[in-house]
Structures are given as structure tokens and as C-alpha cells.
């Protein structure tokens, strides 16, 4: 059995007056998350809601105006956040070269963060059940009942064709999520569905390596030796235009100015996250069901001058910037949603190593002709594919050797 978990994002219709009691609910809720996420932050990062309550349920009450329920679900969703962000530090560790040229890890936990946590935007999160529910209106539509500091409201909201399936009665649904951009209002709410759908050793189909990069998003390789390039050339010139227009609304400097800022910057965020999803649907209904997606890690790696010194400060700063992690979740939920899975491997060496007899040797990537030409055997090939190559061949020895973290036990030698 396994477990799946998306996002359903409505876009709701509230009236005047529901706009103001969400407005009213949103910002005192935003102002009771920075309450807490202060007192968390003074006081040595506690995690643990029960005390985090005995000390903070009355201060919150009186100090930001909130109702019971709204005040517990403020302390939950800040607890939450503080864990996420642990779990984001730990996976990034600072990394240094000592004296003797070799890199050195130190973990990051939360006492790195220089500030407390900042909920910038207004939210508010409901409990479901409790907080909101599904009703029918006078008519028969579905309407979605909230709960506000003034009561309750009934608004309308979009069905895409594609969120009907959640309503089937096999989708469970979390906390929800009340948010406002450009003037118009979503509710975001996790739903959950168990399958039978798991990967195990005996239904793998494919061993698919992927390597992530600029020239392409994602090159695949896969155990038939068939390559898959998806190329970065559009996005990036798209990006390069975004880059473009910030410079011009930054050198101007006025209000105006940086209010465009800002709308650029959600623009182009929502951009990412709709390349990011087609890329991950395209991998994911070529291989479908049984497949095994191999990637490497990026925990850790550096993107340091020393190790991108022959990139352009362009092809770096693209590099630090693309959300190659995002990508990862998508595809791992997307893969899973299948019956497939997606399993990091260490990136030690996958760009250096010939694939066909092993040699390692840095020089033999050759980034100005985009290939890798190996001095032992004389093997070549597109550079990005190589990486793949490697990629996938790790993840065919997790197989082969038993050494799948859920497969089983690493084989002692």
C-alpha cells in the first residue's frame, strides 16, 4: 500500500463582506503566526506544541484577537513551518575547503537562521470539518462553508475538470489553506489517497537516470539505452527577459517600480512551477508504471566558484537559481501517483566517469564542445547524456545489489 498526497487549489468567489472577515481573519491569523514564530525563535526553537500552548494560548488570544480554534491552528502551522525549514537546512550543509584543499561538511540546524520566520503574506489555515466544509446551496451547487472571527460564510469556487476526481469519496482532505494574491482569493487543501499502486523489485520496468543541468533541463537515459534531451534553450531565454525587465524596474527605483517588482517575481514563479510540472508529467506518462527515476542528490552539492570556474557568472547564477528541487517533488509525487518511484543516488564523480570502462578523470568532460571524450578507451558522447548514463547505472546496482533503502539492507562485501 502506498500513500499519495496533492494540493487542490479553488479559486473562491467570497462577496464584499466575506472578502472583509477574510481579510480581518488573515491578517490577525498572519499576526499570530509572527507572535509565536518570535517566541520560538527567542526561546531556543521549542517545537512542542503542548508547551508552546501552556505558554503562548492566552498572549495570542489577547494580543492578535483570535478565536480557540484559529489560535491552536496558529500554533500547528508555525511548529510546521520551523520543522519544514529544519528539514531543508539539513539537507543543505555548509560546506568549506580546509587547509588542504579537501571540503569539509558542517550540518545546518535551525540555530543558523539569523532572524525568526517571517509570514509575510496573509493566511489563515483551516481545519477541516471544523473550520470548512463542502455544503450544497439552495440550488444544488457545491459551496464551500468557511469559518471566520465573524462567522460563517458560503462562497462559490472553480472545479477545474481535473480536481473532480477528489471528490470521488477515495481522496481524503487536510487542513486547508486560505490565501489572497492579486486581489483574489484561494483555498489550498491537501488531499490524500492510499493505493495499491508500490513499486517493489519484481514489477520494475525501468531504470530511467536523470540529469539535471541548464543546456537541458533533464537529459534520461534508460536500461534499452534510449536518451531523452529536454532542452533549456526557451527557458532560459525567457528567463534571461524576466532578468531583464527586474534590471530595468531596479535601476528605476521608484514605488511603482518595485510594486512591478513584485508582481514580476510572482510571474515568474508561477512560470517555473508550470515548466516544472509539464517536465515531470512528460518523464512520467513516457515511462508510466514501474519505473524507477534515478537522480542525484543535491544535498550538500556546491555551487561554489571553485567548482563552476568554467561557467560564466550567467550560467552560475542560473545554476544556484533553478528549482531543481521543486522538479524533484513533482516528479516523486507525480511518479508515485503511478506505481513508480524516485530514488536519490550520490552524485560523487557521475560527470567524470566514462560509463563504459570506468576511467575517472575531470579533463575528459569537455564543457566548450558539450562532450565527454575518454582517454582510456576512446569512448565519446554528449556530455549531459554521459551524466545520465551514470546516473542510471546507480540506480540499477541499488537493484541489482539489494541496496534500496525500502528494497532492503545494503549487502555487506
Given at each position: 500500500?502506498?500513500?499519495?498526497t496533492k494540493t487542490?487549489k479553488?479559486?473562491?468567489?467570497?462577496d464584499?463582506?466575506?472578502v472583509a472577515?477574510?481579510k480581518?481573519?488573515?491578517?490577525?491569523y498572519s499576526?499570530?503566526?509572527n507572535?509565536?514564530?518570535e517566541y520560538?525563535?527567542?526561546?531556543?526553537?521549542?517545537?512542542?506544541f503542548?508547551?508552546l500552548?501552556?505558554?503562548?494560548?492566552n498572549?495570542?488570544?489577547?494580543?492578535?484577537?483570535l478565536?480557540?480554534?484559529?489560535?491552536i491552528?496558529?500554533?500547528k502551522?508555525?511548529?510546521?513551518?520551523?520543522?519544514?525549514i529544519?528539514?531543508?537546512l539539513?539537507?543543505?550543509?555548509y560546506k568549506?575547503?580546509?587547509?588542504?584543499?579537501?571540503?569539509q561538511?558542517?550540518?545546518?540546524?535551525?540555530?543558523w537562521?539569523t532572524?525568526?520566520?517571517?509570514?509575510?503574506?496573509?493566511?489563515?489555515d483551516l481545519?477541516r470539518?471544523?473550520?470548512?466544509?463542502?455544503?450544497?446551496?439552495?440550488?444544488?451547487e457545491?459551496?464551500l462553508s468557511l469559518?471566520?472571527?465573524?462567522?460563517?460564510?458560503?462562497?462559490?469556487?472553480?472545479?477545474?475538470d481535473?480536481?473532480?476526481?477528489?471528490?470521488?469519496?477515495?481522496?481524503?482532505?487536510?487542513?486547508?489553506?486560505?490565501?489572497?494574491?492579486?486581489?483574489?482569493?484561494y483555498?489550498?487543501?491537501?488531499v490524500?489517497?492510499?493505493?495499491?499502486?508500490?513499486l517493489?523489485?519484481?514489477n520494475?520496468?525501468?531504470?530511467?537516470?536523470?540529469?539535471?543541468?541548464?543546456r537541458?533541463?533533464v537529459?534520461g537515459?534508460?536500461e534499452?539505452?534510449?536518451?531523452?534531451?529536454?532542452s533549456?534553450?526557451?527557458?532560459?531565454a525567457?528567463?534571461?527577459?524576466?532578468q531583464?525587465?527586474r534590471?530595468?524596474?531596479q535601476a528605476?527605483?521608484?514605488?511603482?517600480a518595485?510594486?512591478?517588482?513584485?508582481?514580476?517575481?510572482?510571474r515568474?514563479?508561477r512560470?517555473?512551477f508550470?515548466?516544472?510540472?509539464?517536465?515531470?508529467?512528460?518523464?512520467?506518462?513516457?515511462?508510466?508504471?514501474g519505473?524507477?527515476?534515478?537522480?542525484?542528490d543535491?544535498?550538500?552539492?556546491?555551487?561554489?566558484?571553485?567548482?563552476?570556474?568554467n561557467?560564466?557568472k550567467?550560467?552560475r547564477?542560473?545554476?544556484?537559481t533553478?528549482?531543481?528541487?521543486?522538479?524533484?517533488?513533482?516528479?516523486?509525487?507525480?511518479?508515485?501517483?503511478?506505481g513508480s518511484?524516485?530514488?536519490?543516488?550520490?552524485?560523487?564523480?557521475?560527470?567524470?566517469r566514462?560509463?563504459?570502462?570506468g576511467?575517472?578523470l575531470k579533463?575528459?568532460?569537455?564543457?566548450?564542445?558539450?562532450?565527454y571524450?575518454?582517454?582510456?578507451c576512446?569512448?565519446?558522447?554528449?556530455?549531459?547524456?554521459?551524466?545520465?548514463?551514470n546516473i542510471?547505472?546507480?540506480?540499477?546496482?541499488?537493484?541489482?545489489?539489494?541496496m534500496?533503502?525500502?528494497?532492503g539492507?545494503?549487502?555487506?562485501?
Open positions: 500500500m502506498a500513500e499519495m487542490m479553488l479559486h473562491i468567489h467570497p464584499e463582506a466575506g472577515l477574510l480581518e481573519l488573515t491578517v490577525k499576526c499570530a503566526c507572535y509565536v514564530s520560538v525563535f527567542d526561546h531556543g526553537f521549542i517545537l512542542n503542548m508547551e500552548q501552556k505558554a503562548l494560548y498572549d495570542v488570544r489577547r494580543e492578535c484577537g478565536k480557540s480554534q484559529f489560535t491552528s496558529s500554533l502551522t508555525v511548529t510546521a513551518r520551523y520543522k519544514t529544519r528539514t531543508q539539513a539537507k543543505k550543509p568549506y575547503q580546509n587547509g588542504n584543499g579537501d571540503w561538511f558542517i550540518p545546518r540546524t535551525l540555530e537562521l532572524k525568526p520566520v517571517s509570514f509575510r503574506r496573509p493566511q489563515a481545519v470539518g471544523r473550520d470548512y466544509s463542502f455544503v450544497n446551496g439552495a440550488s444544488g457545491k459551496l469559518n471566520t472571527l465573524g462567522g460563517r460564510i458560503k462562497v462559490t469556487f472553480d472545479i477545474p481535473c480536481f473532480e476526481e477528489y471528490f470521488d469519496g477515495s481522496w481524503s482532505f487536510g487542513t486547508g489553506k486560505i490565501v489572497s494574491l492579486l486581489g483574489e482569493w483555498f489550498h487543501i491537501p490524500t489517497k492510499t493505493t495499491d499502486e508500490e517493489t523489485p519484481d520494475v520496468k525501468h531504470v530511467v537516470g536523470l540529469d539535471r543541468g541548464l537541458f533541463i537529459t537515459y534508460d534499452g539505452g534510449n536518451t531523452t534531451f529536454i533549456g534553450k526557451d527557458v532560459m525567457k528567463r534571461d527577459r524576466f531583464k525587465v534590471d530595468e524596474l528605476k527605483g521608484t514605488k511603482s518595485k510594486r512591478a517588482l513584485k508582481r514580476i517575481s510572482g515568474e514563479n512560470w517555473i508550470d515548466v516544472n510540472h509539464q517536465i515531470s508529467k512528460t518523464l512520467v506518462d513516457r515511462y508510466g508504471s519505473t524507477l527515476f534515478a537522480v542525484e543535491l544535498a550538500g552539492v556546491s555551487f561554489s566558484e571553485e567548482n563552476l570556474s561557467r560564466t550567467k550560467q547564477k542560473d545554476l544556484r533553478w528549482s531543481f528541487y521543486q522538479l524533484e517533488q513533482f516528479l516523486t509525487y507525480k511518479a508515485e501517483a503511478v518511484e524516485v530514488l536519490e543516488v550520490k552524485p560523487d564523480y557521475t560527470s567524470q566514462c560509463p563504459k570502462c576511467r575517472i579533463a575528459n568532460r569537455h564543457h566548450e564542445i558539450h562532450e571524450i575518454c582517454d582510456c576512446g569512448y565519446r558522447s554528449n556530455d549531459d547524456r554521459v551524466g545520465a548514463m542510471q547505472l546507480l540506480g540499477t546496482m541499488y537493484l541489482s545489489r539489494d534500496h533503502p525500502r528494497f539492507a545494503r549487502k555487506e562485501k
